[in-house]
């Protein structure tokens, strides 16, 4: 049978023109009922032709046509009774209020091992672009693309947790995502869910993205293409014939990875070593196999840059994909103009040596009013007076002095070369395959927000600093940069 469009009628309240794919399970249908009314599919009693919708009817059996108003019985979830005393501590609110309070958002519930889901998705929502461009997305949950289905049900679950100040259980979109990707269904002892690698999910999902969010008009591509995709200039020579003709290709990228060895201590430098590999391959001057090597710079910085660290490995002895626990720090603020291309780096040039001065202008005031405090505070004990006042004008900056016209017009890329810190998502455990994943994600200045699963919390800076792994403590698989913001 064809998709039809019910609407459903609970508690006085009439729900239109719900998609029901009638060569689904029921289970599905409940789960869009749930994201609307709170009602958990195991309390809801819909009424159709025959009695109660049970999880084993066969809804192609049930005649229904586009229109159809379904009845439902069940009570959602209790809200959290309006406290009696006009003065609250913190610590005294309930979860949903001390959200309120300190303006948290929602989390997501762990649906059983999926962290690394909900991780994933709490980082990716961190950019408000991709907010715009899911809302673009015309596709509905019930079409025969599985792909489709799952951009939807992200546009879908992005708006719910924007409606909502509690756990949110992801429940359409988890079924989209298993229906798209098989090896997020295997199961274990019990048959519960596996835990799954955080990085797949989020690959896998960046990739959907890619393939299903709308073009822009001007520009010809989407958002995963312009704000998330940057350009790769590699050059192969054979190190045994010098002589030899280079090759330079060009290539797009989604993330840069982080290699880690026994001498990697900064993510700079596990980064650069992933751009220069040596590798073995037949020489036509030579007519031989030559030791060649490819060295890769960054040729287009986008706006948002993912850093992967590699620190999962195979042990083919235990079967497992082991955990490398060594540190490495990663900064709040990253220059990548390191990693780029000459011609690019020449670009970047005049824009990075202004957003240095304004740096240490700021640098200076903040030591200025440090000083100008304590001068205060001996004036004040010893009866004298202090009236020094601190300047904190800043005079405004045209940027278009600074900035390579080219990347101006570049939609989407860097015009800086220079990032901050946006999200992390991290791992704590000993292989991919166990432990359990957070997203950290930056709210303002100093303020960060922990999405532990439904569990959210408000963190620092120097909370975030911490997570740079040597030890069974929470540490950065994946982080998030985003171009640094002009003034």
């Not at 999880?55 to 069940?74: A, I």
């Not at 969010?213 to 995963?224: E, S, V």
Request: hydrophobic share 30%; glycine share 8%; aromatic share 8%.
């Amino acid at each position: 049978m064809p998709i039809v469009k019910v609407n459903v009628k609970w508690s006085g309240k009439k729900f239109d023109n719900i998609e029901l794919d009638t060569d689904e399970s029921p289970e599905l249908f409940k789960s869009q009922i749930y994201s609307q009314t709170g009602v958990p599919p195991e309390r809801q009693k819909i009424m159709v032709k025959g009695g109660m919708l049970k999880d084993t009817t066969d809804l192609n059996k049930l005649g229904l046509k586009d229109g159809q108003t379904l009845m439902m019985m069940g009570t959602a979830g209790e809200l959290p009774k309006a406290p009696e005393k006009p003065t609250q501590f913190i610590e005294d609110m309930t979860d949903a209020e001390r959200a309120e309070a300190l303006d948290i958002p929602a989390g997501l519930e762990n649906l059983g091992n999926t962290c690394y889901m909900n991780s994933t998705l709490q980082c990716l929502r961190v950019m408000p672009e991709l907010h715009t461009a899911l809302d673009k997305y015309e596709g509905g949950l019930a079409n025969v693309d599985n792909r489709g289905n799952l951009t939807a049900s992200l546009r879908n679950l992005f708006k719910d947790l924007g409606r909502n100040s509690e756990g949110f259980p992801p429940l359409v979109f988890w079924q989209m995502l298993r229906q798209v990707f098989p090896q997020f269904s295997q199961t274990g002892q019990g048959g519960a869910p596996m835990q799954q690698d955080a990085e797949e999910c989020w690959s896998e999902l960046v990739s959907v993205l890619k393939a299903k969010l709308p073009k822009d008009d001007t520009t010809g591509h989407n958002f995963i293409e312009q704000y998330m995709t940057g350009e790769i200039q590699s050059e192969l020579k054979c190190v045994e014939a010098p002589e030899e003709e280079k090759v330079i290709t060009q290539e797009p990228f989604s993330k840069l990875s982080c290699h880690i060895s026994k001498d990697t201590n900064y993510m700079g430098t596990g980064i650069k070593e992933s751009l220069t590999e040596e590798l073995e391959k037949n020489s036509p001057t030579l007519d031989r196999t030559a030791k060649y090597e490819r060295v890769s710079r960054v040729s287009r910085l986008p706006q948002y840059l993912p850093i992967q660290f590699i620190r999962f490995f195979w042990k083919p002895q235990e079967r497992i994909r082991a955990k490398i626990l060594r540190r490495v720090k990663f900064p709040l603020n990253f220059d990548a103009t390191e990693l780029c291309t000459p011609e690019l780096q020449n670009k970047y040039s005049k824009a990075k040596m202004k957003l240095k001065e304004l740096d240490d202008n700021k640098e200076q005031k903040r030591r200025e009013e440090k000083r100008r405090k304590i001068d205060q505070e001996i004036a004040g004990a010893s009866g004298g007076s202090s009236s020094t006042d601190m300047d904190t004008s800043e005079d405004k900056v045209d940027w278009s002095e600074f900035l390579d016209p080219e990347l101006l017009k570049d939609v989407g890329g860097n015009p800086t070369g220079q990032y901050e810190l946006c999200a992390v998502l991290t791992h704590v455990g000993r292989s991919a395959d166990s432990g359990h994943y957070i997203g950290w994600v930056k709210k303002g200045e100093d303020e960060w927000h922990k999405f532990d699963d439904d569990k959210v919390s408000v963190v620092k800076d120097a909370d975030i600093e911490r997570l740079d792994g040597g030890g069974d403590w929470h540490t950065a698989y994946i982080v998030l940069y985003r171009a640094k913001r002009l003034e």
